[in-house]
Structure formats: structure tokens, C-alpha cells
């Protein structure tokens, strides 16, 4: 297929359809794109061993959004999904963000339509709205401050007591805040499919077998996977528990992806996927689809060409802008 093709499919397959020659070797052609261009690669701790290897900064979403808020290179790859690569070109509007796979969407962004969350904060007039990072840039344009799983009870604080606050999308995410700041939220109903997949009843059995390990999720999880855990926390939270804990065993209930880096930094520690609901899952782990849509050829075939390009709208940007600029301010 030939790139103009390849650019008129985009729409439909999300990613430039152009066979990879199988004898290159993507890792050394992806660093020299890099450098010729350059080029940053970001990727999230949910993305394939490979591509944690050679991206120029792994983290969680706080972590990736003050990366790219800091970089100084022309093109910005965000190995990641959709809204991750949104929020840096709001923070980036004069460079270029590429996003392999434009179909690399969100469960949770896609919970919240702008146009019925819009509906939804008219009827809670003069209250506070702090959204999730995993949203649209139409959300975060309603949105007055946004927040990460990693900074997000630290945000609630921040608000007057006298305030009254929705908080969206995440419910999960949203109850937890509730309990541990004591502050009533209205919360918008909407979920991570990833997160919502762990069986209650194969953790208990994980935990009869290695009654030492130490549970630990992520808080967009359900509240019974959270009432039986020893320690809650976002992506990075959760990496750092692993390395820091003294513990030698744990299980672990947030999207599989970061075992790899807690394998790199607590090689000594035995590593266990919490368990979905779903018998037929070959992996025994929790995996999101569209996190794993990136691979090493996709990344190689958007750097050659410079596409699939993310752009924002500028008057939604700059509308947008502000609540990220909050949550950075804060952070």
C-alpha cells in the first residue's frame, strides 16, 4: 500500500497501513528517526515491554503530562492513548504530537460525551468540577481543575471547604477520594473497563497460596478489591511500594503492563497479576486493548512519516489549557 493510501485509510484503521521491511531493525531506525527529527518518544507504564525500553520517559499520566510540558523537542511520539497525546498538544500547541494508533482510545474518556457531561454540570450550578486526566479535551475545557490518580486527594484538599465539587468520570476513583478526604462529591458515572475486570474471589484464592504477598491496586478499581488491599495507589504509587516495600510477594490489580518496570526495579520480588473475572483470558492478567494497540512498527512508521497527527482546536485548547495548568501548578 502506498502512502497516500495509507493516509486515506488513517480514519478507518487508526494507523498508517504500510508494511514494515521484515529485515530492518526497527529499535536502531526508530533512535535515528529520533535523532534526525528531533524527536521524544513518551511512553505509559501500560505499554509493551519494547516499547518501555526505548521510550525517552516511562510513567503514569502526572508524570507524562509535566514531561511534556517540559520538553524542548519538535515532535512529541505519545505512546500511549488518545487523550494522553490531546493533553501534550494542549501543552505543546507549536510542536507536532503523533500518536501511533489513533484508534489507541479510553474506556473511562469515552464514558463522559461532552455534550451529556455538559448537560450534567448545568444542573449542579456554581460547583466545582475537577475531572480526571483520562477525559477529552471537551471535558477538560468544562472541567476547572484536573487531576491524575497520583495528585488527586491532594486537588480535593485544595478546594474550599465551602465548595461543592463533581467529579468525574471515574466513580471508582471518585468514592475512594470521598472516603479518604471525608469531602461529598457528585460523581459522574463512568468507569475503566480494565479496572473493573478483577475477580474478587481468584484474589482471595492467590492470596490462601502466598499468604505473605501484599495486595495492592490501583483506586480506579471496585471498592471490594480495595477494601481487601494492603496498600492503594496510582501507577507510579503502586511501582513504588514494590520497590521500596520489605515485603517479598505481590499481587497486583492494576493494568498488567507495569510489572515489566517493577520487574526492572525490585528484580528480587515475585511479581502476581491480579486475576479478571474472565476465564478465557490466556494471560491471567488484566490487559487494556487499546494501550496495546501501540507496537515497535507503528511508532517506527509515524516518526518516517510523521503521522497520525494529534491537533486540538484552538479555542478549545486554550479553554482546556487552564484546568491542566491548575493541576500542574498544584503538582
Not at 500547541?93 to 500518536?99: E, G, H, I, R
Request: charged content about 30%; proline content about 5%.
Amino acid at each position: 500500500m502506498d502512502l497516500k493510501k495509507a493516509i486515506e485509510t488513517l480514519p478507518e484503521k487508526g494507523y498508517l497501513d504500510i508494511p514494515v521491511p521484515g529485515n530492518i531493525d526497527l529499535v536502531k531506525e526508530i533512535n535515528r528517526l529520533r535523532k534526525e527529527k528531533n524527536a521524544v518518544i513518551l511512553a505509559h507504564y501500560y505499554q509493551v515491554p519494547e516499547i518501555q525500553d526505548i521510550a525517552d520517559y516511562v510513567g503514569d499520566s502526572l508524570g507524562l503530562a509535566q514531561a511534556a510540558a517540559k520538553t524542548e523537542a519538535d515532535i512529541i511520539l505519545f505512546a500511549g492513548v488518545h487523550f494522553m497525546a490531546e493533553t501534550a498538544k494542549i501543552l505543546n500547541p507549536d510542536k507536532k504530537v503523533l500518536l501511533p494508533d489513533l484508534l489507541a482510545g479510553c474506556s473511562l474518556a469515552e464514558s463522559a460525551p461532552a455534550d451529556k457531561f455538559e448537560a450534567f454540570k448545568k444542573q449542579h450550578p456554581g460547583y466545582v468540577v475537577v475531572s480526571y486526566v483520562n477525559t477529552s479535551a471537551a471535558i477538560k475545557a468544562l472541567t476547572d481543575i484536573v487531576c491524575t490518580s497520583s495528585n488527586a486527594e491532594k486537588i480535593i484538599n485544595s478546594i474550599p471547604e465551602d465548595k461543592k465539587i463533581i467529579f468525574a468520570p471515574d466513580k471508582n476513583l471518585g468514592a475512594y477520594l470521598i472516603k479518604k478526604t471525608g469531602r461529598e462529591m457528585v460523581l459522574w458515572d463512568g468507569v475503566c473497563e480494565v479496572h473493573e475486570q478483577f475477580s474478587l474471589e481468584k484474589i482471595l484464592k492467590l492470596k490462601e497460596a502466598h499468604p505473605d504477598a501484599k495486595i495492592i491496586a490501583h483506586p480506579e478499581s471496585r471498592d471490594y478489591i480495595l477494601n481487601i488491599a494492603d496498600y492503594i495507589g496510582s501507577t507510579s504509587g503502586l511501582l513504588k511500594f514494590v520497590q521500596e516495600s520489605d515485603a517479598k510477594e505481590f499481587i497486583i490489580a492494576t493494568e498488567s503492563g507495569i510489572l515489566h518496570k517493577m520487574a526492572q526495579v525490585a528484580p528480587d520480588k515475585v511479581l502476581i497479576p491480579a486475576p479478571p473475572e474472565d476465564d478465557d483470558n490466556s494471560c491471567a492478567c488484566t490487559e487494556c486493548p487499546y494501550m496495546k494497540r501501540n507496537t515497535l512498527e507503528k511508532i517506527y512508521l509515524a516518526l518516517k512519516y510523521e503521522l497520525p497527527e494529534v491537533n486540538v482546536e484552538e479555542e478549545l485548547r486554550k479553554k482546556a489549557l487552564v484546568s491542566i495548568e491548575r493541576m500542574l501548578e498544584l503538582s
